[in-house]
Nanobody
Framework: QLQVVESGGGLVQPGGSLRLSCKTS????????IGWFRQAPGKGREGVSS????????GYADSVKGRFTISRDNAKNTVYLQMNSLTPEDTAVYYC?????????????????????WGQGTQVTVSS
């Protein structure tokens, strides 16, 4: 059973940075595609960023493009989301989601329903 645990959330001032981590266990990360999603109070779930199992392709929501960077360290079974120039609009619970792939490929998944395994979420609050 693949398990997913997020960490790294917290309170940060506008313009600040945070790095979220998504650690997986139960299956080698070499064959897992990862997506980051967020949900703000009173709003629906939003896809933020995703990365292919091969790690050579990734995608971003327009709202975070140029500010957020997704990366992966398969040796550590961890995917990171570096978030810079944060604004209050980035305040949300951030979720990591995982999808097993049967071979490494360059496809990344952007829809929540394409993922099977989800973490519990980590709160990010951007406020002065």
């Amino acid at each position: 059973q693949l398990q997913v645990v997020e960490s790294g959330g917290g309170l940060v001032q506008p313009g600040g940075s945070l790095r979220l981590s998504c650690k997986t266990s139960g299956f080698t990360l070499d064959y897992v595609a990862i997506g980051w999603f967020r949900q703000a109070p009173g709003k629906g779930r939003e896809g933020v960023s995703s990365i292919s199992s091969s790690g050579d392709r990734s995608g971003y929501a327009d709202s975070v493009k140029g500010r957020f960077t997704i990366s992966r360290d398969n040796a550590k079974n961890t995917v990171y989301l570096q978030m810079n120039s944060l604004t209050p609009e980035d305040t949300a619970v951030y979720y990591c989601a995982a999808r097993r792939t049967y071979y490494q490929d360059s496809y990344y998944y952007t829809l929540g329903e394409e993922y099977t395994y989800w973490g519990q979420g980590t709160q990010v609050t951007v406020s002065s």
